[in-house]
């Protein structure tokens, strides 16, 4: 993934399997979260998954993506290797749920 910019709010492909228990799994969006400085320098970036289904919670927003609704789940949150980043596949303003990620994490 050299050469590559991996900023907050960036969604891509992310491969999340192996996982144990009731972690989410297989390859699905995630929200790049984590820091752009963290992410400049760091082998690895914060994201938190994204999903079209998923039980409705405070902490999961419905935000728009690519034309449909898609619940952002920031209970989910899970610090990857960029090596688990394949495509990218638009992005998500910071403002639509940066916010709530903070009052979360309070």
Do not use: H
């Not at 984590?34 to 400049?40: G, I, K, R, V």
């Not at 090596?83 to 596949?89: A, N, P, S, V, Y």
Request: aromatic content about 4%; glycine content about 8%; charged content about 25%.
């Amino acid at each position: 993934m050299a050469g590559l910019s991996f900023r907050r709010g960036d969604v891509y492909w992310v491969n999340l399997d192996p996982t144990i228990g009731t972690e989410i799994n297989k390859t699905r969006p995630g929200l790049i979260v984590s820091p752009d400085d963290m992410n400049a320098i760091l082998p690895r970036v914060i994201i938190a998954p994204i999903t079209s289904k998923g039980q409705p919670l405070g902490c999961r927003p419905l935000v728009p993506f690519q034309g449909k609704e898609a619940r952002i789940l920031l209970d989910q949150l899970r610090t990857v290797d960029k090596r688990r980043l394949t495509k990218k596949m638009g992005r998500i303003e910071p403002a639509l749920w940066q916010a709530l990620l903070l009052e979360m994490l309070g």
